[in-house]
Nanobody, 123 residues
Framework: QVQLVESGGGVAQAGGSLRLSCAAS????????MGWFRQPPGKEREIVAW????????GYADSMKGRFTISRDNAKNTVYLQMNSLKPEDTAVYYC????????????????WGQGTQVTVSS
């Protein structure tokens, strides 16, 4: 079992930055692929970024490339999402998720989910 707790959400102005953290409990964190997803108001959940179990490989949805950075610290059982150049359309609930696979972009392959943290970007 893996339990995930997100933090770091809040309100930011357009062009600003926020850093989300996801603290994981469980002995398998170092073997879990991790991902960040978001769900904007009235829209479906979408993947934002993903990282493999060692942290050596990452990927991003097109609209996040160059603005967001995913990273992890396996010694601290924590994954991060640094969000820069925020836009109002980044407003969403952001979720951290863990997979039993070393890396995946498919939502159904993520078996553990956090409760989510709200990010609001004002124009």
């Amino acid at each position: 079992q893996v339990q995930l707790v997100e933090s770091g959400g809040g309100v930011a102005q357009a062009g600003g930055s926020l850093r989300l953290s996801c603290a994981a409990s469980g002995r398998t964190f170092g073997s879990n692929g991790m991902g960040w997803f978001r769900q904007p108001p009235g829209k479906e959940r979408e993947i934002v970024a993903w990282i493999n179990s060692s942290g050596g490989s990452t990927g991003y949805a097109d609209s996040m490339k160059g603005r967001f950075t995913i990273s992890r610290d396996n010694a601290k059982n924590t994954v991060y999402l640094q969000m820069n150049s925020l836009k109002p359309e980044d407003t969403a609930v952001y979720y951290c998720a863990a997979s039993v696979y070393s890396m995946t972009t498919i939502a159904r392959n993520y078996h553990y989910w956090g409760q989510g943290t709200q990010v609001t970007v004002s124009s």
